[in-house]
């Protein structure tokens, strides 16, 4: 027959004959361009999970030697309230408690800001509105932490002092720094938690809307359910930023250790300790050095702890539409 079409396999090629000469050839062509990319894009992997293992080599083998030393106690490290290293006291729960109150006063702020912000824009924003809040709003995960710092000592500071008094709250204190950190959080966690919200189905919406649900009631009870495991995700991200942050806490929590859960009070946080003690004229292998590496490692596991049950919140509660 004249429309005939045959179809042969020679090794991995396909050739398919039809009218006349015309031939289609389905032969995998090279291409450079797309195996340099796949190249470096592997290499990168590849340079990032050494990059990751040489941390926590480092990590180990330098907190291996503060904890190695006849000087330093596990159980001490853990239990006790006391951070003095030039004096032979080596508790953790000083620089870890201010830490966590510094962090807790940065997610009270950041999350009711956060998901308010990220429903307005996700259910209630036009898409004009949207462009210009949006970018608006991510301008404050661009601004240096250091500003951030000075903005809290200079502003809110005096702040909390005018409503409180100056007897109550100190030049340097736990609560100035986290309202801030809570503002310098607030970015990242209405970025995701939008994300999530807009990843939430139409036709989820439209059917609440069909059953006679306001767009109040439909946001609240249909599409922030709807994207529970990325609103969570994104709170515990936020809240592994904060533990993280440096810069802020340095500047305007104050310096020294002191275990007080008077926000109102300085105390230094594990970030803030290492970056003003590093600073100075340390000795290589001495038990201030290596005390450094102690509590970076232990600021590792609480962020690899919250990073763990990030992932598992997502898989535990995450929605699957089709």
Not at 203 to 230: D, F, K, M, Q, W
């Amino acid at each position: 027959m004249a429309n005939q079409a045959r179809v042969g396999v020679e090794g991995s090629s396909t050739v398919l004959s039809g009218v006349g000469s015309e031939t289609l050839n389905l032969r995998k062509r090279s291409r450079p361009g797309e195996k340099f990319i796949q190249g470096t894009l592997f290499i990168c992997g590849i340079i990032s999970i050494f990059t990751t293992m040489g941390i926590v080599y480092v990590l180990f083998t330098e907190s291996w030697r503060f904890f190695g030393s006849p000087e330093v106690s596990i159980s001490e490290f853990l239990t006790s309230t006391t951070w003095q290293p030039r004096v032979g006291e080596f508790g953790i729960w000083p620089l870890l408690n201010s830490t966590l109150i510094t962090s807790f006063i940065a997610m009270v702020v950041a999350t009711p800001l956060g998901l308010g912000s990220a429903i307005y824009l996700s259910e209630y924003a036009t898409p004009r509105i949207r462009s210009i809040l949006k970018p608006i709003l991510e301008v404050l995960a661009g601004i240096p932490t250091v500003v951030y710092g000075y903005f809290a000592i200079s502003f809110m500071t005096p702040l909390l002092r005018l409503i409180f008094g100056t007897s109550t709250v100190q030049i340097y204190n736990m609560a100035s720094a986290g309202l801030v950190m809570g503002i310098m959080v607030l970015p990242l966690i209405s970025s995701m938690t939008e994300d999530a919200l807009s990843a939430v189905p139409r036709s989820l919406r439209e059917g609440a809307y069909g059953l006679g649900a306001t767009r109040l009631e439909t946001a609240l009870n249909i599409v922030v359910p709807s994207a529970l495991s990325g609103i969570i995700a994104a709170f515990i991200i936020g809240i592994s930023r904060a533990v993280g942050e440096t810069m802020i806490v340095a500047i305007a929590a104050g310096a020294g250790p002191r275990f007080t859960f008077n926000p109102f009070e300085a105390a230094e946080t594990m970030t803030g300790h290492i970056a003003r003690i590093s600073s100075g004229d340390l000795g290589f292998d001495t038990i201030d050095y290596n005390s450094i590496f102690a509590i970076g490692l232990t600021l590792f596991i609480m962020t690899l702890v919250l990073n763990i049950l990030s992932g598992y919140v997502v898989r535990r509660f995450r929605e699957v539409y089709e």
